[in-house]
């Protein structure tokens, strides 16, 4: 049975850097046939897909256009874990972050939400 | 970015009643078409992929169909436990996932 299981701060404060943390289990974060990725949910954004990393051969990583240029995630295959890093947050960034597993076309694992809230 | 609209926002059933969620595409995107539920406070839960594939342990009074741009989720006798969030979500443009709005399913 796969689980992921987030760690991260829930309060950040602006302009300053979210970073969550994504550890695997019953899987590995090598796997040839799973991406990686985050997901955010807020009620003004709804969900928002924002990054996967994925393993074929090499590490391939991919970013939604709205968080490119602040946003980081990239496996740690020693500790089979995943992470996000998203820069120069604002209020806006305030969201619940998932970290969820991709199969296939589909989202089959998800981990338990992590509410980031960007205050000072 | 395809966008992916739900009908209707909310509705409210009784136990056993017949529920139908559409969700529609702004551009065709063939079968790559998934279900989830969420609950409050929840992560949203897989229920169905590729238009009416069923997940692993989901009831099986819960099916989808569709394929280009109209997809339809069916519940065909709601349950307490039924009420809940259903999200639609394509695949179609991986990686740039889309999500719909959500469907709020409320007890009558």
């Known amino acids: 049975q796969v689980q992921l299981q987030q760690s991260g701060p829930g309060l950040v404060k602006p302009s300053q850097t979210l970073s969550l943390t994504c550890y695997i289990s019953?899987?590995?974060?090598?796997?040839?046939?799973?991406?990686w990725n985050w997901i955010r949910q807020s009620p003004s954004r709804g969900l928002e897909w924002l990054a996967r990393?994925?393993?074929?051969?090499?590490?391939?990583?991919d970013y939604a256009v709205s968080v490119k240029s602040r946003i980081t995630t990239q496996a740690d295959t020693t500790k089979n874990q995943f992470s996000l890093q998203l820069n120069s947050v604002t209020p806006e960034d305030t969201a619940v972050y998932y970290c969820?597993?991709?199969?296939?076309?589909?989202?089959?694992?998800w981990g338990q939400g992590t509410l980031v809230t960007v205050s000072s | 970015d395809i966008q992916m609209t739900q009908s209707p926002s909310s509705l409210s059933a009784s136990v056993g009643d017949r529920v139908t969620i559409t969700c529609r595409a702004s551009?065709?995107?063939?079968?790559?078409l998934n279900w989830f539920q969420q609950k409050p406070g929840k992560a949203p839960k897989l229920l169905i992929y590729?238009?009416?594939t069923l997940q692993n342990g989901v009831p099986s009074r819960f099916s989808g169909s569709g394929s280009g741009t109209d997809f339809t989720l069916t519940i065909s006798s709601l349950q307490p436990e039924d009420f809940a969030t259903y999200y639609c979500?394509?695949?179609?443009?991986?990686?740039?996932?889309?999500f719909g709005g959500g469907t709020k399913v409320e007890i009558k």
């Open positions: 990393a994925y393993y074929r051969s090499k590490w391939n990583i």
């Open positions: 979500q394509q695949s179609y443009d991986s990686p740039r996932l889309t």
């Open positions: 969820v597993r991709g199969i296939g076309s589909w989202l089959d694992y």
């Open positions: 590729t238009a009416s």
């Open positions: 019953g899987d590995s974060v090598s796997s040839n046939t799973a991406a």
């Open positions: 551009q065709t995107i063939s079968s790559y």
